[in-house]
């Protein structure tokens, strides 16, 4: 039993057996198996409603897809995080308000997320939106603070400030849109979300005092895989802005509520490794439009973003999804490696995330050969 307890703590488990282990696995497994089993009847309902994305010259679904997968993943996300609220809630009492700003602006992008997958949205109204949400975790205490950075030199407390704030807004407010853009083949966002938690969760399990971002992470990494379970090629349902938003956003506020800081300075560098994949393919995607002379970069859709590309080389869904999953698995090792993880970990982490990733991915592939007899399915969606 002391060795348990001793290999336990090795994962950063104080007790194998207390309520603060099993109020995140607990909080894990309900997101998950809530999502998962929600889902079937959010798809139906909205078909019926339709709610749903129609065939057209961009996309490469042949009949109506449900586009409100967000929603159910929201339900399960939050669900779980009541559970654990309800078992432990000490885990969270220093953090009360900043763990229910993240909720609040998580809910009040899926509400807009959505209303933009139904009736369309201008950008500026979904930009302006977004920001007063980053204003939200800023106000309430979370941001970046630049003089914490080892790398840059001390600056004023008059230029710290401003500048710590548009830094902070910038941060959130483009991993939100990131998340967003690279939501257009099957599966992709579902699992870089998916690892993307993980990694992160099992980065901030290593430090007594981010219970509060261990809790919030095991709900989103649940609630990802139980939506991945349905969005696998070929999907029967996609997350569209509102799940796409809430994976950005939560993201984003979780490294600011101090994920992966074992000094202030590490408090930005390993979110941006764990994170290269969605922000540098942004980062690529805005500079070519701008570089055409497109004066609204996230306002004109292409086929230039990084999943696009794979899946002109591919052309399986599938494979571009594993191959995007693998990308964000290696940044997340580098992440840790950066934040000094012991070997043990890592290794554990990686498992975890792959045998989670194998087995939700083969339950959809089986699955999907019984629904159509072995028929091959379609190449993916895009958009």
């Given at each position: 039993?002391?060795?348990?307890?001793?290999?336990?703590?090795?994962?950063?488990?104080?007790?194998?057996?207390?309520?603060?282990?099993?109020?995140?696995?607990?909080?894990?497994?309900?997101?998950?198996?809530?999502?998962?089993?929600?889902?079937?009847?959010?798809?139906?309902?909205?078909?019926?409603?339709?709610?749903?994305?129609?065939?057209?010259?961009?996309?490469?679904?042949?009949?109506?897809?449900?586009?409100?997968?967000?929603?159910?993943?929201?339900?399960?996300?939050?669900?779980?995080?009541?559970?654990?609220?309800?078992?432990?809630?000490?885990?969270?009492?220093?953090?009360?308000?900043?763990?229910?700003?993240?909720?609040?602006?998580?809910?009040?992008?899926?509400?807009?997320?959505?209303?933009?997958?139904?009736?369309?949205?201008?950008?500026?109204?979904?930009?302006?939106?977004?920001?007063?949400?980053?204003?939200?975790?800023?106000?309430?205490?979370?941001?970046?603070?630049?003089?914490?950075?080892?790398?840059?030199?001390?600056?004023?407390?008059?230029?710290?400030?401003?500048?710590?704030?548009?830094?902070?807004?910038?941060?959130?407010?483009?991993?939100?849109?990131?998340?967003n853009l690279m939501?257009?083949?099957?599966?992709?966002?579902?699992?870089?979300?998916?690892?993307?938690?993980?990694?992160?969760?099992?980065?901030?399990?290593?430090?007594?005092?981010?219970?509060?971002?261990?809790?919030?992470?095991?709900?989103?990494?649940?609630?990802?895989?139980?939506?991945?379970?349905?969005?696998?090629?070929?999907?029967?349902?996609?997350?569209?802005?509102?799940?796409?938003?809430?994976?950005?956003?939560?993201?984003?506020?979780?490294?600011l509520l101090g994920?992966?800081?074992?000094?202030?300075?590490?408090?930005?560098?390993?979110?941006?490794?764990?994170?290269?994949?969605?922000?540098?393919?942004?980062?690529?995607?805005?500079?070519?439009?701008?570089?055409?002379?497109?004066?609204?970069?996230?306002?004109?859709?292409?086929?230039?973003?990084?999943?696009h590309r794979v899946?002109?080389?591919?052309?399986?869904?599938?494979?571009?999804?594993?191959?995007?999953?693998?990308?964000?698995?290696?940044?997340?090792?580098?992440?840790?490696?950066?934040?000094?993880?012991?070997?043990?970990?890592?290794?554990?982490?990686?498992?975890?995330?792959?045998?989670?990733?194998?087995?939700?991915?083969?339950?959809?592939?089986?699955?999907?050969?019984?629904?159509?007899?072995?028929?091959?399915?379609?190449?993916?969606?895009?958009?």
């Amino acid at each position: 039993m002391d060795s348990l307890k001793a290999l336990a703590a090795q994962f950063g488990i104080a007790d194998l057996f207390g309520r603060g282990f099993l109020s995140v696995l607990l909080t894990f497994l309900t997101a998950w198996v809530f999502t998962w089993r929600f889902i079937p009847g959010v798809r139906d309902f909205a078909l019926q409603v339709g709610w749903a994305d129609q065939p057209n010259a961009r996309r490469l679904n042949k009949e109506p897809l449900p586009n409100a997968g967000g929603l159910a993943i929201f339900t399960g996300f939050l669900l779980g995080v009541v559970v654990a609220w309800a078992l432990r809630p000490i885990v969270i009492e220093g953090v009360n308000i900043q763990v229910l700003a993240i909720l609040l602006g998580g809910a009040v992008l899926v509400l807009v997320g959505f209303i933009d997958d139904q009736y369309g949205l201008t950008p500026a109204f979904r930009l302006g939106v977004q920001a007063l949400s980053a204003l939200l975790l800023i106000v309430n205490g979370l941001r970046i603070d630049l003089n914490a950075i080892p790398f840059l030199p001390a600056l004023p407390a008059a230029l710290n400030e401003p500048l710590s704030f548009v830094v902070t807004l910038l941060w959130v407010v483009g991993l939100t849109n990131a998340v967003n853009l690279m939501d257009g083949v099957d599966g992709v966002v579902g699992g870089v979300g998916f690892v993307v938690s993980m990694v992160l969760l099992a980065t901030a399990a290593q430090f007594a005092d981010r219970a509060a971002a261990v809790v919030l992470l095991a709900g989103l990494a649940g609630a990802a895989l139980g939506y991945l379970r349905h969005n696998f090629n070929p999907s029967r349902i996609i997350m569209g802005d509102a799940g796409a938003y809430l994976f950005g956003y939560t993201l984003a506020a979780v490294s600011l509520l101090g994920t992966l800081k074992v000094s202030a300075g590490a408090s930005l560098l390993v979110p941006l490794i764990v994170l290269a994949l969605p922000l540098f393919d942004t980062t690529q995607v805005v500079i070519g439009r701008l570089a055409r002379g497109i004066r609204n970069p996230l306002g004109h859709p292409d086929k230039t973003h990084i999943h696009h590309r794979v899946l002109a080389r591919t052309a399986s869904a599938r494979r571009t999804a594993v191959i995007l999953w693998g990308v964000a698995l290696l940044c997340g090792v580098l992440g840790m490696l950066a934040q000094g993880v012991r070997l043990p970990v890592i290794l554990a982490t990686v498992l975890v995330i792959l045998l989670c990733l194998w087995f939700v991915t083969y339950r959809r592939v089986r699955a999907h050969e019984e629904e159509t007899g072995g028929v091959p399915s379609s190449p993916g969606r895009s958009g």
